[in-house]
């Protein structure tokens, strides 16, 4: 395992991902770990970058412990200074931020030892990716330099004796080319990790671990969405225990065109998962009449979600009961309730935080345990959403599946701009439809991050026929992105769009105009609402 310490930058998860493509596996903690409270012992360990800067009064500092270990280190930019300040050597603080590309010329200047084996065979010079205010004015004592830039001197430094190393660039974004290569020096060559960290391996690990973690007889309830992560936990939760876990699906009438019934299909007739669909639309439709407000709208879905799972699940609990008391097999009380917990969302609640502000409350299904009194598994919370998807693809999910793009909880209410209908959720649904389907004939739904179509509820004037029109307007939305947290707009071939929009006007009634959204994120986010 390598330890990653996180001193909040946005790209510390970054990190973590390129060591698991590595088939390594690696843990992010907060930089205010003490390394006697770390529970596992890393091969090695990374320290972040951060939006800090090490000479700042409320800067965060890393455990000194760290550096008698005996183990490789790697610091990242903040992590590279951070292990400057602490072994005395000398960090600037730069006038200006300098952000963006910049030419590595790997150099070995005063090189004593053979612990040069960061850049080993990765040749003279690399495009990185830098971010940083401060930086290294001189090493600390008993390092050397090993990489220069134009404007850092002391770009990338390695210890003359230890394995420690510096590098002043951010490896784990893909602008840095070969950074991932950097990093797998470090782990692979340098650490000297095995390469265990695979999905066939999990996957009969994690099988193990939840027939122990649930006994003989113990029953488990979860919900299903449709999405990748709730059908693959689903579904490797009935490989574990079969008929006692039991799927829910709640229809909450704002949900993609005849999603409900497509995920009964493939869950339950193909996949053979125990699934109950519940039909809640009218409920949560009548909850949401007359609200435009999208955080409200979030918190009615959230929260009536919540009524509607736990009947259903005291239902499941109530026939148990009945079943036993009959003297059936002994099935088993519902004891757990199965979340589709990822690894981002893991990081997210432990990584040390800057600061930084809730733009949107998304909604999950967190808020169902504080009233169930059930106790959690998530037999996804170590994973990436890749390594979601590799799981997926090994327990014979179908691939268009496993690729789907991601959809809110909150479903088409935080895409229909003012109020929610029955009639408004027809109309974009079937232009949904449409977009979707064109661009999966196009062959380009992969090369897409998340796209979705957006009721505008205002009206503009059009013509068909001889007849003006006075309708409402679709705006489709594309994204490519990483994690999300930023996003670019795609970019179409313009017949592509041509194509999706004169399908859209003419077949779905009430729409005469559609437009393409963009705007990237930042300063807009993905969804509208
Ligand atoms: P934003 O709009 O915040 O979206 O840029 C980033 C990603 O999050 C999804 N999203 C949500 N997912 N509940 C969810 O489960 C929500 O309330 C929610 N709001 C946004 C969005 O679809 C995108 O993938």
Redesign the pocket.
Known sequence: TILILDFGSQYSHLITRRCREHNVYAELLPCTTQIKDVKFKPKGIILSGSPYSVYDKDSPHVDPAVFDLGVPILGICYGLQEMAWQLKGTVDKCDHREYGFAHLKITKIGSSSSVDALFDGLGDEMQVWMSHGDQLSAPPPGFHVIGVTATAPYAALAHDSKPFYGIQFHPEVTHSPRGKEVIGKFILDICGCQQHWTMEEFIGKEIARIREICGPTGRVVGAVSGGVDSTVAAKLMHEAIGDRFHAIMVDNGVLRLNEAKQVYEMLNKDLGVNLTVVDASDLFLSRLDGVEDPEQK?KIIGNTFINVFEAKAAEIEAQAEAEEAAGAAAKGRVEWLLQGTLYPDVIESISFKGPSAT??????VGGLLKDMKLKLIEPLRELFKDEVRALGRLLSIPAPLVQR??????GLA?RILGQVTREQVKILQLADSIYIEEIRKAGLYDQI??A?AVLLPVRAVGVMGDARTYEQVIALRAVQTED?MT?DWYVFPPEILRRISSRITNEVPGINRVTYDISS?PP????WL
């Open positions: 979030r733009i949107k409350t998304h909604h999950n793009h991601p959809f809110p909880g909150p935080i991050s998340q979705f999300f996003a994120k807009a986010t993905v969804e």
